[in-house]
């Protein structure tokens, strides 16, 4: 039998799997009246010694007082390390330790100071822009705010692409919150109650792996959700992830990281502008119900519901039209959903929002979109979709018709979903399925119920 240390010769720290955040961060602990323990970090007691996560004491009468000091300044931030490995060599051993480093990304007006946008890692401080942060940020802003086109962005010196302009003026038109919810990140400040989006995905995908429609999906957690100050909940491991996926993003991103891209509402796009559509609609709806929202800079008035449910069927279409395979038949539905409900919400928007003064165009989001004029809104999307894949939504689509005409759409606009609906029922020939507003099809489900414990 070959030594124990014979092992380790095999190994290299450099070969190891990268860490993740997740891995290289404590969860939130729970306070001390809760069911778990909490975990110490490095403190000094009531007769002056430093006690140790592992619940150690040392006396540090041995040391000069620089050392002290040192030692002081060493444990006054908690620790977040992770043991990743140890390897034995040639009269030594090594032992590899990591712990997350953060990054500050400044972006502003011009006249803010930080008109060119500036991170706080060494390359940053030093103006050698762009950094790899602030590269892999502005891409990810940039995917939700103009989503895919066929053709390449321009990136700019300063590491945003020309195409979006101001980064800060592009933020602030899209909202800082609706940003937030597609980066599935919290603005700091805001509500302690957990974030309606993080709730309905989370639920989403706990629905999903269990293979339960969302709906029905444990109401007792959803109804009311709270965060909390305890994690773990005894004899209720779903309570328990629900609880940790609601609090950690680290574990919420990790969790949406290792899932199929058809249970992942983050990795799944046309769910994900779904979801962009009714948070939108949400922004109008406060901004109808509380008159002062009306004389903020940048209101979630009917222009910026209307500019973002626009962007929103622009986005379906062109992840549908420049990829670079033939979509899956549940992606194609994906969209035809998120498509669907744009529309549908839209139509059912016929009321006039916001300061009497104002156009209709500007107060009335269905008469912006679909009733003064024929803008094409969602049937080019629809268009795009095989009637196999449509089918299911024809009586939908039949109510959506004759409320655009009741309406008063334009004839060129209501004639051409009306061949849309001619054109399904003579095509699809399958069963008859839910539409797209309810329980099963409506929030993504395909599969049939089945409740795992």
Known sequence: MSPPTERFKKLSLEGMPPITRLQSQRLPVEDSSSESETEPDFDFDEDGYMTSPSNLRYSLDLLDEETRDNVTRAVEVPPQF????????????????TEPVEYTIRTGMEESGYGIPSC??????????????????????????LGVQRDPFTLSQHGSPTELGNPYDAISDF??????????????GQSPDPNPRRVQETREILASLNEVPIDEYRPDLF??????????????????????????????????????????????????????????LAGLRAYAEDPSLQNVARPKDVEWCATHLASVTRQIHAVIHTTDRPLEARELRAAARAAVHALARVVDSDEDVGPSHLPKEKRNLFFRLVGSGDRNFALD??????????????????????????????????ARLGSLVAHLRSRW??????????????????????RVK
């Open 120 to 145: 706080t890692c060494e390359s940053g401080e030093h103006g050698e822009s762009p950094c790899r942060h602030i590269l892999w940020l502005f891409d990810q802003i940039t995917s939700q705010i």
């Open 175 to 188: 909202h800082l919150d609706m940003l937030a919810d597609s980066l599935h990140c919290d603005v700091v």
């Open 82 to 97: 992770v043991l990743r490995g140890c390897q034995a060599g040639d009269q030594r051993c090594l032992f590899l330790i």
């Open 223 to 280: 109804d009311n959700p709270r965060k909390g100050k305890k994690v773990i909940k005894r004899g209720d491991l779903e309570q328990t992830i629900f609880r940790m996926l609601l609090r950690n993003d680290d574990f919420f991103q990790y969790f949406l990281s290792s899932m199929r891209a058809d249970e992942s509402p983050h990795k799944n796009r046309f769910r994900s502008l779904r979801h962009r559509t009714d948070a939108a």
């Open 429 to 450: 020939a399958g069963p008859a399925a839910p539409a797209a507003g309810s329980k099963r099809t409506g929030q993504g489900q395909d599969r049939g119920a089945k």
């Open 381 to 414: 999307v629809l268009a795009s979709i095989p009637p196999q894949v449509l089918g299911p939504w024809i009586d939908e689509l039949a109510d959506i018709r004759d409320k655009v005409a009741e309406r008063g759409a334009p004839e060129s606009y209501t």
